[in-house]
Structures are given as structure tokens and as C-alpha cells.
């Protein structure tokens, strides 16, 4: 039999080169410099066990069984497991803040920031005017209340968490009083509803879906009340015969029975967006001065900086939030203090705002620049893609994301791809954007309408070039 296979050109299993023998071999010296011994003997059993099932079942090549062949395999197979699993990918799906993503991008200051806080000591919970422990909170509060008009403030590691832990330190056992029209339900299906009942509170719902009258929270108000809630409808919108009841109306009603107001504002940002001709959304500051006892408010959407959760508000309930247990437990490290302070900087120069907070300079990236780029970039997508598909520079609308604006869009620019071919579109879209997605830097669009749309608003100049390297030859 051994013979029959020699003259196929085949190797039996006793052909198979032992392990000691590879581990001696020129070939295997770079693996072993780059993974270490540990994993390349790991991957090369692997591969040799593969080997010697195949020579059972019929025969191996023989030149498989060359050194340099199995060094090849074994050093594809580490550096593919040694490849990140959190990538860089160019986000052309039209939204800005896109919560798989991985939602905003920090501005230099927060990553250069960060990349101190990775590498040296720091003052976190130490005082340097005292040499006393200190509170990680002093890092950003006083940031946080100039810039919001709050007595003070805390964070924690989300949004969720915020109101988690609001809920828990001041409505456990008791009653919160939410309308209807806002028990949101937010990504990956978590509901208010479930986030009091893990908190410890007992939600009354009020007024109906699309209608809610003061009278409603009024009445709802019983010895049992802990709180008025109101939390922003932030990833829907409810339009026709509707009414809802403003943050000063529900705080007045609250304190006229020595109740706190709270709000959930979600996405949260600490400026007028009209002035970067953005739609309008309620401030932080706004809501505050409507009369919010507490305010809680995501880091990573609106406001540009880190994934967090911010409370700001009166200093008697913060200071009662930050006692809870669960505040340890939903605290956040070094490193999102040491993105969120410098960004929170940047809003002190509002005059820059717009060119030096990534997140505000993507949302109002004007058509001009993102035209010409699409023009630009039709022929290299074109070629890339091959004569099976027809692309097209369009005009398109982005959206901001994130549960913010819903329904407000952003006019873009960006290209269309369409199956050329007859017959149906959708495998060979499919088809493409997975090769697009398997890219070195993976391109993530949005099939569409018969069509793979890839808006450009996220795709900055300086990117461009090195996006352009990637469809330098055809992706198929």
C-alpha cells in the first residue's frame, strides 16, 4: 500500500516528520520567535494530527509534509488566532453614533489621556493638595456642575447603571411614577420597567401611550411615591393626536408634595445643537433649570466622550446615590475618568467645539466636503468590485444614532452599489458586503432597496487614502 501511494505521489501516515524534527527545522524559527515554543508545539500537533487522519483515509501529498509547508500553515493558524478581536472598521453605515460600533470617537486630548493613564500612576483616589485618600468623583464633578448648572454629580459605567442605582438608592420599596408613553425599551431589550424591578422599585405607570395629563401624575401620587419620573423617548417618536407633560410641570407637581423630579435624558448633550445647525435637543443644563431634582445622561452618544454614566443634581441626593453599595459595584476605572475629563474640557471652548470634538465634527461634516470625496471614490469601489456591479455616487441621509434625534436625518453623499447582472440582487450584494467585511479594515455598509449603501460622512479625508489602498486590486 505504502508503495501504491509513493507512486500517486502520497505519503502514508508513517511519512509524517515528528514533532521534534519540525521543531528543529530553519523553517519553524520564526513562529517560535513570534508565538513562543508553548504555542507553536500546540499548533503543530494540531496540524500533524490532521495530517496523519488524511494519510489513514487515502494519502497526504508529500509536499505537504514539508517543513517549510507546515511552518506555513502552523504560522497562518497562530497569527489568525493572534489577530484582535476588537478591530478598527470603517463605519459607512450612515449612522454616526452606532451603538455596535462601538458608539463615539474620542477626540485626540481623551486619547492621548488615556494613553498616560495606561502607562503611569495616577492620582486616582489620592489628593494631592492633602496627601489624604481621595474621591475618583473629584476628577470630573466640578467639570460636570459648571457645565450643567447641577450642585453636583457622580459616574458610573452607563446610562443603565445610572438609573439603576438612582432607583435603588432613592425608590427602593417604593413607588416611581412613570407615563406610559415613555417606558422605553432600548437596545439589546432592556426595558425601564425591568431596570426598576431590578432596582427595587415599583413602577406606576400613567396616563396612556400617546396622552399623558398632569392630572395623571397627580393622582398617581400616594404615601408610597418616592419619585416623578420622566425619561426621553430617545430611539422612537410618537407624532399625531399626543400630549405629554413638561419637566416643570412634572417637577412642580413633584415638589408641591416634597417629591424629587428625575431624568432619564438618555443620550444627553451639554449644548444647543441648533447653533452647529443640528436639531434641537434638550440640554442638560435646560433640564435642570426646568426644575430636575436628578439628571442621568450617557458619555458615549451626544456628549462625544466615553462609554459612562453621568448623575448630576442636588447634592443631598448625589451624596446619598454615592453611599449605596452599588455605587462600588457600577463605579468606573482609571481609564474612562482619564477619556471623560479632557472632553468634558472641550466644552469649555465652545467656539472650537465643532472641529475639535470628533463626535459634533462627523455630525456636521458639510456636503461639500463629502461630495467630492464620493466622486472620488466611485472608479476605486468600481474597480474593486468588478464588472458584475454598478456604483454610483448619490446623495443619501445619515442618521445621528444611538436612541438620538430618531427621526431626524442628515443630508450625506456616499456611493450605491447594484447588481449589474440579471436575475436576483440580493446574494451578490450579500456576496460583497462580506468581502467588504473582510477587508484588513473591515468596510460595513447597509444593504438596502436592492442596493449596498456605504455613506461617507464617517469617512474623514485623512482616512481616505488608506481606504483607497484596500480596493487597489478586486475584491473577488
Known sequence: ??????????????????????????????????????????????????????????????????????????????DEAARPRL??????????????????????????????????????????????????DDLIDD???????????????????????????????????????????????????????????????????????????ENAIGPRTAMLMKVHCSNYAVTGFTKSVGVADVAALAHARGLPATVDLGSGTLVDLTQFG???????????????DLVTFSGDKLLGGPQAGLLVGRADLIRKIKKNPLKRALRVGKLTLAALEPVLQLYRAPEFLAQRLTTLRLLTRPMRDIQPQAERLRGVLAHAAGSSYAVEAVPMFSQIGSGALPIDQLPSYGLAVRYAGSGRPGRHLDRLETLLRRLPVPVIGRIADDALWLDLRCLEDRDEAAFAAQLAEPLA
Not at 500533524?48 to 517549510?68: I, M, N, T
Not at 446610562?159 to 425608590?171: F, I, K, S
Not at 443640528?278 to 430636575?292: N, Q, Y
Request: glycine share 8%; with cysteine; net charge neutral.
Open 143 to 217: 467639570l460636570l456642575c459648571e457645565l450643567t448648572g447641577a450642585e453636583a454629580a457622580t459616574v458610573v459605567n452607563n446610562n443603565a447603571a445610572a438609573v439603576l442605582l438612582m432607583l435603588n438608592a432613592l425608590a427602593d420599596r417604593r413607588e416611581v411614577v412613570v407615563s406610559r408613553g415613555e417606558l422605553v425599551e432600548i437596545g439589546g431589550a432592556f426595558r425601564i420597567p425591568d431596570i426598576m424591578k431590578r432596582a427595587g422599585a415599583k413602577l406606576v405607570e400613567v396616563g396612556t401611550t400617546n396622552r399623558t395629563h398632569a392630572a395623571d401624575y
Open 278 to 292: 443640528l436639531p434641537k435637543e434638550d440640554t442638560v443644563r435646560e433640564t435642570i433649570a426646568a426644575g430636575a
Open 1 to 78: 500500500m505504502a508503495d501504491q501511494l509513493s507512486g500517486a505521489g502520497l505519503a502514508a501516515a508513517s511519512d509524517i516528520p515528528s514533532l521534534d524534527r519540525l521543531l528543529n527545522a530553519e523553517a519553524l524559527r520564526p513562529a517560535l520567535a513570534t508565538h513562543g515554543r508553548t504555542q507553536v508545539v500546540a499548533a503543530l500537533r494540531r496540524d500533524l494530527e490532521a495530517l496523519r487522519k488524511r494519510a489513514l483515509d487515502g494519502g497526504v501529498p508529500r509536499h505537504e509534509l514539508d517543513a517549510a509547508a507546515v511552518a506555513a500553515r502552523t504560522s497562518a493558524a497562530l
Open 87 to 136: 478591530r478598527a472598521v470603517y463605519n459607512l453605515t450612515g449612522t454616526v453614533l452606532h451603538t455596535n460600533l462601538g458608539r463615539a470617537l474620542l477626540p485626540d486630548e481623551a486619547v492621548a489621556s488615556v494613553l498616560r493613564a495606561l502607562t503611569s500612576p495616577a492620582n486616582l483616589e489620592f489628593d494631592l493638595d492633602t496627601g489624604g485618600r481621595g474621591d475618583r
